[in-house]
Nanobody, 112 residues
Framework: EVRLVESGGGLVQPGGSLRLSCAAS????????MSWVRQAPGKRLETVSI????????YYAEAVKGRFTISRDDAKSTLYLQMNSLKTEDTAMYYC?????RGQGTQVTVSS
């Protein structure tokens, strides 16, 4: 059974940083592309970033380019999202995704 558990969210002031983690189990982590998606209240689900199984980022949403960095540690079956220079518009629930599976999410709130 695929299991994805996100952590690292919280409340941060604009300009601050957070590092999200996603602990994965139930599949061969290193063989799959992984993604971070987010959903703000009343808005559509948005793909934030995609990382190939080879470790090369294949996509960043225009809104996060230059501020967010996706990475993975295959030995730990963990996906990360380093978020810097956070803006109020980054406020959302962030989810880790593999295929059609998604974790329970971690809330990121950017507010002064």
């Amino acid at each position: 059974e695929v299991r994805l558990v996100e952590s690292g969210g919280g409340l941060v002031q604009p300009g601050g940083s957070l590092r999200l983690s996603c602990a994965a189990s139930g599949f061969i982590f290193g063989s799959y592309a992984m993604s971070w998606v987010r959903q703000a209240p009343g808005k559509r689900l948005e793909t934030v970033s995609i990382l190939s199984s080879r470790g090369s980022p294949t996509y960043y949403a225009e809104a996060v380019k230059g501020r967010f960095t996706i990475s993975r540690d295959d030995a730990k079956s963990t996906l990360y999202l380093q978020m810097n220079s956070l803006k109020t518009e980054d406020t959302a629930m962030y989810y880790c995704v593999v295929g059609e599976a998604r974790g329970q999410g971690t809330q990121v709130t950017v507010s002064s």
